[in-house]
């Protein structure tokens, strides 16, 4: 089972919007409205921060919005702050594999 | 709150049987709709999934690596085991164990703080 492809790094300014693109198949991303974001600092364990493609659980500040087009989900930061330099990683429901995971997009505020 | 932690051997020998166990606190595995997952993560790399076990006592694995892996659950300790068999040096990783649920069945949360398992002989 391939991994989802994210691109490598995205970065902004304090303030500005950044958002990371997740590729898939029709066997995952297309297939099912069951995709979520992680955000990584380092040395941490992966926090999700979005589920089912667009709900956030509690806590998450709504600067953090997830949407899916085909077999592409997206995951936009708005109003970028210090804290949210971290990795982050996309999952989707698979029919094979059950859970996979994106490449990782390391996001770089300047 | 809900919290999960790992233990297990940090090194282990090549071709050895790896053992972890989750320990959580914050829920039960004999409430409906709730199950405990395992994942890693390679030194640099993304996250992967490897079990998932339900509140059923029903099993799932990552299909490439379903023939060295056992899952199980002790609901009386709150603890899920993974064991891993024939162990190679790409199996070097930190070791998460997540919680699971029904009402968000597309993803873990929270994940444990994990557990770094190097394979070398």
């Known amino acids: 089972q391939s991994a989802l492809t994210q691109p490598p790094s995205a970065s902004g300014s304090p303030g500005q919007s950044v958002t990371i693109s997740c590729t898939g198949t029709?066997?995952?991303?297309?297939?099912?409205?069951?995709v979520s974001w992680y955000q990584q600092h380092p040395g941490k364990a992966p926090k999700l921060i979005i589920y089912?493609?667009?709900k956030r659980p509690s806590g998450v500040p709504d600067r953090f919005s997830g949407s899916k087009s085909g077999n592409t989900a997206s995951l936009t930061v708005s109003g970028l702050q210090a804290e949210d330099e971290a990795d982050y990683y996309c999952?989707?429901?698979?029919?094979?594999?059950?859970?996979?995971f994106g490449t990782g997009t390391k996001v770089t505020v300047l | 709150q809900i919290t999960l932690k790992e233990s297990g051997p940090t090194l282990v020998k090549p071709t050895q049987t790896l053992t972890l166990t989750c320990t959580f606190s914050?829920?039960?595995?004999?409430?409906?709709?709730?199950?405990v997952g395992w994942l890693r993560q390679p030194p640099g790399k993304a996250p992967e999934w490897l079990a998932l076990?339900?509140?059923?006592?029903?099993?799932r694995y990552s299909p490439s690596l379903r023939s060295r892996l056992t899952i199980t659950k002790d609901t009386s300790k709150n603890q899920v085991v993974l064991t891993m068999t024939n162990m190679d040096p790409e199996d070097t990783a930190t070791y998460y164990c997540?919680?699971?649920?029904?009402?968000?069945?597309?993803?873990?949360?929270?994940w444990g703080q994990g557990t770094l398992v190097t394979v070398s002989s």
């Open positions: 089912e493609v667009t």
């Open positions: 997540a919680h699971w649920a029904i009402v968000a069945s597309d993803s873990f949360d929270p």
């Open positions: 029709s066997s995952d991303v297309g297939g099912y409205s069951y």
């Open positions: 914050g829920f039960s595995l004999s409430t409906s709709g709730v199950g």
């Open positions: 076990i339900y509140w059923d006592d029903d099993k």
């Open positions: 999952s989707s429901y698979a029919v094979i594999n059950n859970y996979v």
